[in-house]
């Protein structure tokens, strides 16, 4: 070699060298395809899947032998209705008159005053018949005009006589089904599969309450036993189709149970003590139709296990979902690391969570607020009523369930996460390095023609070229006597 010339640099990938493993974790001279590969999970994580099935698996059980004898298998009780046949019609033509039918000409009397309503039936024993019928101008009583869309109650008699008729509402049938809609094509179009997955559980879910809960309860059953059963059927079914068969879903699950117990729990010791009946308005209503009793205070009740199902399940999808990725970002962590870290989130979620179902239920009972505020009686008064009590009680037993359910789901997701197997984080692209080019056949850089007149600078000994190596010295004159003996020429 001259003078001057550097011995070369061996090549260097961006992982390192050509002898070492690409990943820190591959044993050296095993390659990509050996770690890889699906692994079956460990001992622990076996152990742990098989304790929560059996966990799980008698109350799913119990959930469906509940359903079968709950079920009102026999005729529907006879109720003490009255309300008539509902039947559709058309309004078409509006006047303020006297309340025996003739409308108003001239000048007011001073006699009570009703709208004269002409409806032309679109269903019912008459159709395309125009009926008259009078409603009591109130100020409760609903402005209807020409082409509004209405439904009245048949209470037999002659159907074309006016009498037999009740105006009672509005149709609202396409406004809902167009609402609907728009709310489905949100979701699929920001959910995508999971959206689907999220409406099929929203159909259970409605199936659930319509065809089970509540002919269960009319049909004389206990309602505290019917909601229990049907929260678990909804809890189940929802939960598993939403999310997936896996353990982290079946930790949602125990949470989501713990949190129910313990609503139902507190619901039935704050209603006895605190001497709740469940009976208002709706209520007496419901009471007044059927022909059978109803344990009204575990109406309530039934109510609060329901309206606190849907935060729940919120709540305990978030913190397991939380406790995973944070077991994927770091495997490292220790379960109470993971207990730690996940329920820093949980603090966050559980104060947007319980102001989420106080202002479900405040907005619920605006009506009855505002009344209690403009009756002109004393803030305890109001607070110790019946219609308010029991909202409180509804209120906070549901948000107690809440916020226990963050640190009860929290310690059972970061039990089990640390027993599963970490996820493989996916392999990033190689990027090669600037001289494996040759090697991987990618194309140098073309070198621009030098412009003419310009001067080319020699190369100083010892610089660096692009392929990483030295540049060798430039050779000087050679003399005749280093020809001869081979000497390098005189510096």
């Known amino acids: 070699m001259y003078e001057g010339e550097t011995e070369p640099i061996p090549r260097i990938t961006a992982r390192g060298r050509r002898d070492e493993p690409d990943d820190e974790h591959e044993p050296a001279g095993h390659g990509h395809g050996h770690g890889h590969g699906h692994t ?6 076996r152990r742990v899947r098989t304790i ?4 799980l698996v008698p109350f799913a059980l119990a959930a469906v032998v509940g359903v079968v004898l709950l079920y009102p298998f026999g005729p529907a009780p006879d109720t003490n209705g009255g309300g008539g046949t509902p039947v559709k019609g058309v309004v078409t033509a509006t006047a303020t008159g006297a309340c025996n039918g003739e409308v108003q000409v001239g000048a007011p009397d001073d006699g009570p005053k009703c709208v004269v309503v002409d409806v032309r039936m679109t269903d019912g024993p008459a159709p395309d018949q125009q009926i008259r019928t009078i409603v009591p101008l109130e100020p409760t009583t609903p402005r209807f005009a020409a082409d509004d869309e209405v439904v009245l109650s048949y209470g037999g008699g002659d159907p074309t006589n006016g009498q037999s008729y009740q105006l009672v509402d509005f149709q609202r049938g396409v ?6 809609a728009l709310f489905a094509v949100a979701v699929l179009v920001l959910g995508r599969w999971q959206g689907l997955k999220a409406l099929g559980a929203l159909v259970i879910s409605f199936l659930v309450l319509v065809f089970f809960v509540l002919p269960a309860i009319t049909g004389g059953e206990s309602p505290l036993l019917v909601a229990i059963v049907g929260a678990g059927v909804i809890m189940f079914a929802v939960l598993y189709l939403t999310h997936g068969l896996s353990a982290r879903t079946s930790t949602a699950v125990l949470g989501t149970m713990v949190s129910l117990t313990l609503i139902g729990v507190l619901g039935a010791l704050w209603a006895a003590f605190a001497k709740l009946t469940g009976i208002d308005e709706d209520t007496s209503t419901l009471i007044a139709v059927l022909n059978q009793p109803i344990d009204t205070r575990g109406l309530l009740l039934a109510g609060v296990v329901i309206g606190a199902l849907g935060v729940l399940d919120d709540v305990t999808v978030t913190q397991t979902s939380a406790v995973w990725e944070l077991r994927a970002a770091n495997p490292s962590l220790s379960r109470r690391q993971l207990y730690a870290s996940a329920l820093r989130i949980g603090r966050d979620h559980v104060a947007s969570a319980v102001n989420t179902l106080v202002m479900a239920y405040a907005g619920a009972a605006l009506p009855l607020l505002l009344y209690s ?29 809440i916020v226990a359910a963050v640190p009860a789901t929290t310690a059972l997701a970061a039990a089990v996460a640390v027993q599963e197997p970490p996820a493989r984080e996916p392999e990033r692209p190689k990027t090669p390095a600037p001289d494996d080019r040759e090697r991987t056949g990618e194309r140098r850089p073309e070198k621009r023609p030098a412009q003419a007149g310009a001067r080319r600078e020699p190369a100083a000994p010892g610089r660096r070229v692009p392929d990483g190596g030295r540049r060798r010295a430039a050779p000087g004159p050679v003399s005749r006597g280093s020809r001869r003996t081979g000497s390098p020429p005189p510096a």
């Open 175 to 180: 406004p809902l089904a167009l609402l609907a």
């Open 40 to 45: 079956p999970p460990p001992p622990a994580s």
């Open 52 to 55: 929560i099935a059996a966990l």
């Open 373 to 401: 505020s403009v009756s002109g009686v004393g803030i305890g008064t109001i607070v110790s009523s019946q219609s308010i009590a029991q909202e409180i009680v509804r209120t906070l037993v549901g948000s107690i369930g």
